[in-house]
């Protein structure tokens, strides 16, 4: 099978990429991958982008973007691309059902996945008081308390951002100290309502329609082990995304994490026709809005790549 256009992935990277691909008659090919519509599928509430004045729910908002895209004639498909070749053009796309595509250019918007604790109660609770995006999520908890997780730059950022709406923050640090950047450890010892939780760990929630606490272990192992509870109403995480980039790694360059490195800030690769947008490429700023723009940047390189050629 042929297209003159492959995109990888289907958050709001890959259906503004779509939706852009397909007014310029590329007649792209779309694969949603392991979580059709992406991250935005576990928020509830998307409050913070542009046009949705009342806001709108994150599967909601994605299903308009996905027939918007369909509209245009996008040939979008369930199922996972699991390999690439991109040695030579047409670059060879295999899908997780055998399928073959031979792609004249390839939009890979595959997006991150946030690192959970792997507790039973971060799915019961999801979207009930737990979330991975502090700048998403944190209105909703003006004038309440809420945890954060994490010890490094972006725990540290997150909970200062949320020092600025909530009444109280907690920082749960597995550790003694905390890994992140001088200048942030400062900011956030500085803060009056932001309490660091040393050595805890989380060992569950509970709560009866939503969050409203967390299960702690204070010096895990240790002799003087000891449980603490504590009232939370949102329980935020903040130990790290992981890219979906490794069926490209071969390929591609990456940074340490596994983030797909951009040319130059535009959506290009060192591969001709091969274009990143979204998440899978931006470990900054991670947001719907800008994840949109990265998806359109991504189709007009393929379509002037493509005139081009």
């Not at 397909?22 to 792209?28: D, I, M, T, V």
């Not at 699991?82 to 997006?111: H, M, N, R, W």
């Not at 001709?272 to 189709?299: H, I, L, N």
Request: hydrophobic share 40%; aromatic share 8%; glycine share 10%.
């Amino acid at each position: 099978m042929k297209t003159k256009c492959l995109i990888i992935g289907s958050g709001p990277a890959g259906y503004t990429a779509a939706i852009y691909a397909s007014r310029a008659n590329l007649n792209p090919i779309e694969y949603c991958g392991m979580q059709p519509g992406g991250q935005l599928t576990q928020t509830t509430e998307v409050e913070n982008f542009p046009g949705y004045p009342q806001g709108v729910d994150g599967n909601q908002m994605m299903m308009d973007l996905r027939e918007q895209a369909e509209r245009f004639g996008t040939d979008i498909r369930d199922g996972e691309i699991v390999k690439v070749d991109f040695s030579k053009a047409p670059y060879l796309c295999t899908a997780d059902d055998g399928t073959e595509i031979e792609a004249d250019t390839v939009i890979i918007a595959t997006g991150a996945s946030a690192k959970y604790l792997g507790l039973d109660d971060e799915r019961k609770y999801n979207g009930m008081g737990v979330s991975a995006c502090a700048t998403c999520d944190g209105f909703f908890y003006r004038k309440k308390t809420v945890a954060v997780v994490g010890g490094g730059d972006t725990a540290c950022e997150d909970a200062l951002y949320l020092s600025g709406l909530a009444k109280k923050v907690y920082l749960i640090v597995r550790k003694p100290f905390l890994r992140a950047s001088q200048v942030m450890q400062q900011r956030v010892k500085a803060a009056e309502n932001i309490e660091i939780l040393f050595e805890h760990n989380t060992i569950g929630l509970f709560g009866e329609n939503g969050v409203e606490g967390a299960h702690l272990v204070k010096r895990k192992d240790e002799a003087d082990e000891s449980f603490v509870d504590i009232a939370i109403d949102g329980f935020f995480l903040a130990i790290g995304h992981k890219p979906n980039t490794d069926i490209f790694k071969a390929w591609l360059e990456t940074d340490e994490v596994g983030y797909l490195k951009k040319i130059d800030g535009t959506p290009k690769t060192k591969i001709p026709g091969v274009f990143v947008a979204g998440d899978c490429a931006d470990p900054v700023y991670r947001q719907a809005v800008s994840a949109a723009g990265s998806g359109c940047q991504a189709a007009i390189e393929a379509e002037r790549y493509l005139l081009n050629r």
